[in-house]
């Protein structure tokens, strides 16, 4: 049996993730979190996820009532707002959508995402089991098969690719580049970064040749998909478009962006590297350009530049960019709030995360530093 491309959610499981958006709203919440959906499908009454649970003797209608009350939500009617799916939510529903597609492929229901969204939500288990859910059974029968194919294309999801990049960058605060041949492999860094809270990530391997490269790529681009994080490859939109990254990343004298985005299409995101306040103002007039990196603001391990741009250069252009702006450049836990203050609210980062002892705590100390300026 081989993995296909799933169908679409079932109406029952699409009604599901709507009263999730819904509920999360009335709650004052500005995303839908994994018991938020899980609450969407507990109201499916009628639907298979439900019916699991009846089979194996929980009464639905007192689990549902005992999580709303934990949840501060006195009705379940008339949701008349909605929210965006968080990142963690989004990736139930791509987990509910594979393990569909291969058992064999049937269109993903309301089972589907309850057995997804008991991984998402450790915290509810014991709450859970003690109204007689079967949690760890019901996550075993949502276990991806042996023979399910990693590099089959993502799945669609019902926003648009490049909608749901654009988003994501626009939330992004910590970005972390990633070089091979350091202290940490490249799939264990993003993995460990991302579960400290990096949220995108750019692949610069220039010195692979292109077949490692576009395998190294591919790898990283699942993983990002797995994370809820985007990865953008430096300086090649070839090896992008085949590995399905969701950017390139190009400095000064490589392709502009137009060219770029002839290779790989409008959904992808291109950024661009700025070293002066006229780099960055012609970046941001540049059709195409989502993103600028600002700097060197310090002298890097990592980089060679005659001299760092500096903390001017950030007072200069990052409070004013009109595009997510990145400082980058030798910023690490020690200096990072010398960056903030100089008006940054995001940063890039290599050393201070690839040679940490720990990449994930690393990221961590830097996510605290930057979420207490973000505004």
């Known amino acids: ?47 298979r996820g439900p019916e699991l649970l009846r089979r194996a003797g929980v009464d639905v209608a007192r689990l549902t009532a005992r999580l709303m009350a934990a949840l501060s939500l006195q009705n379940a009617n008339a949701l008349d707002h909605r929210v965006a799916l968080s990142g963690e939510t989004r990736a139930v529903l791509r987990r509910a959508q594979q393990a569909a597609a291969a058992y064999p492929p049937q269109q993903p229901g309301t089972e589907h995402l309850l057995q997804a969204v008991l991984r998402h939500v450790p915290e509810w288990h014991e709450l859970l089991e003690a109204e007689g859910v079967p949690v760890r059974q019901l996550m075993r029968r949502g276990e991806l098969p042996d023979d399910y194919d990693p590099d089959a294309p993502p799945i669609p999801l019902d926003e648009p690719a490049g909608e749901r990049r654009r988003r994501a960058l626009a939330n992004a605060r910590l970005y972390v580049l990633i070089q091979p041949g350091g202290r940490w492999s490249p799939e264990e860094l993003l993995s460990r970064a991302a579960q400290g809270g990096a949220q995108v990530f750019q692949l610069r391997a220039k010195a692979l040749p292109d077949r490692e490269l576009l395998a190294l790529a591919r790898r990283l681009a699942r993983l990002a998909r797995e994370h809820d994080v985007l990865l953008l490859i430096n300086d090649r939109p070839d090896i992008a478009l085949l590995a399905e990254a969701d950017g390139v990343h190009v400095g000064q004298d490589d392709l502009p962006p137009q060219a770029v985005h002839s290779v790989v299409g409008s959904d992808v995101l291109v950024g661009i590297s700025t070293h002066s306040v006229a780099q960055a103002q012609q970046a941001e007039a540049t059709e195409g350009v989502a993103y600028i990196g600002v700097g060197p603001v310090f002298r890097s391990s990592t980089k060679h530049f005659n001299r760092p741009a500096g903390l001017e250069l950030v007072q200069a252009v990052c409070p004013q960019a009109g595009l997510p702006a990145f400082a980058i450049g030798g910023i690490d836990a020690s200096n990072i709030g010398q960056v903030l203050e100089a008006g940054a609210r995001r940063v890039a ?3 201070a995360i690839a040679s940490a002892d720990d990449p994930q705590q690393a990221a961590a100390t830097l996510r605290e530093h930057l979420d207490r300026y973000w505004a």
């Open 1 to 47: 049996m081989s993995w296909s491309r799933p169908l679409p959610f079932s109406p029952a499981a699409e009604r599901a993730i709507r009263t999730a958006q819904g509920l999360a709203a009335a709650a004052g919440e500005s995303e839908a979190t994994p018991v938020h959906l899980l609450l969407g499908v507990l109201l499916e009454q009628e639907s």
């Open 349 to 351: 980062v290599c050393g």
